[in-house]
């Protein structure tokens, strides 16, 4: 069935370093990919999104890479600090033109040491 | 202006009892979308609104599960006869209307049931 899974539970960083947290997704009609983070006791917070006809979009210190050969996503935060500590959560929406459910894995847990 | 606001931002209830959790959209957006998250968890999509009306209902678990809009606002998502394994935190999220992927959460309601 379809599933969006992550790669590693936890991530330890050491504050200024890169962080990378990836993803792997199964649907193949997939096209629009969304980063969130979520904080202890808050809802998530929208990071930053791909559509699957961009391999690669910037913002803010974050970077989203998209491989749709190995159906991976993958999330690129530059200089760390501890206020990125947080649980990272990747989705997906299968169908074009929004409307429908978002499908999420189930999250890695980013610890930022100082 | 406002982000999504959701009410009680906690709830405990005893087992068997009915409750009701509030979600107000962000003004404007026409798509609402309620979503659980067990402790630990990724989200699991429950129900999507376009306007008042839901055009997908299929995350709802059981029929003690329902939800309304009204006046393409405020969300109600109604439990009934709660049971503990539905102890969790309930999140709402709207988007601007139904073509527009981009989902921005509320804070959520952390259901307790005893």
């Known amino acids: 069935g379809e599933s969006v899974g992550l790669h590693l539970p936890t991530l330890s960083v050491q504050e200024g370093d890169n962080s990378i947290i990836n993803c792997a997704y199964s649907n193949s009609a997939s096209d629009y990919f969304i980063w969130y983070k979520q904080e202890s006791g808050k809802g998530p917070q929208f990071i930053i999104d791909i559509r699957s006809n961009m391999d690669k979009r910037q913002g803010q210190r974050v970077t989203v890479l998209l491989n749709k050969t190995v159906k991976h996503l993958s999330l690129q935060i530059a200089a760390t600090q501890p206020g990125d500590s947080a649980v990272y959560f990747c989705a997906e929406n299968g169908v074009t033109g929004g409307g429908n459910k978002l499908t999420f894995g189930t999250g890695t847990q980013l610890k930022v040491e100082l | 202006g406002a982000g999504v606001s959701q009410s009680p931002s906690n709830k405990v209830t005893e087992k068997g009892k009915d409750v009701e959790l509030r979600c107000d959209p962000i003004?404007?957006?026409?798509?609402l979308y309620w979503y659980r998250q067990r402790l630990g968890q990724g989200l699991e999509f429950l129900i999507y609104f376009q306007g008042n009306s839901a055009p997908d209902k299929s995350g709802l678990p059981s029929d003690r599960f329902s939800a309304e809009r009204t006046g393409e606002s405020v969300s109600t998502l109604t439990i009934q006869r709660t049971q503990q394994e539905d102890s969790a935190v309930y999140l709402c999220?709207?988007?601007?209307?139904?073509?527009?992927?981009?989902?921005?959460f509320g804070p959520g309601t952390r259901l307790t049931v005893l």
């Open positions: 999220a709207s988007s601007l209307d139904g073509n527009t992927d981009t989902q921005y």
């Open positions: 003004s404007g957006h026409t798509a």
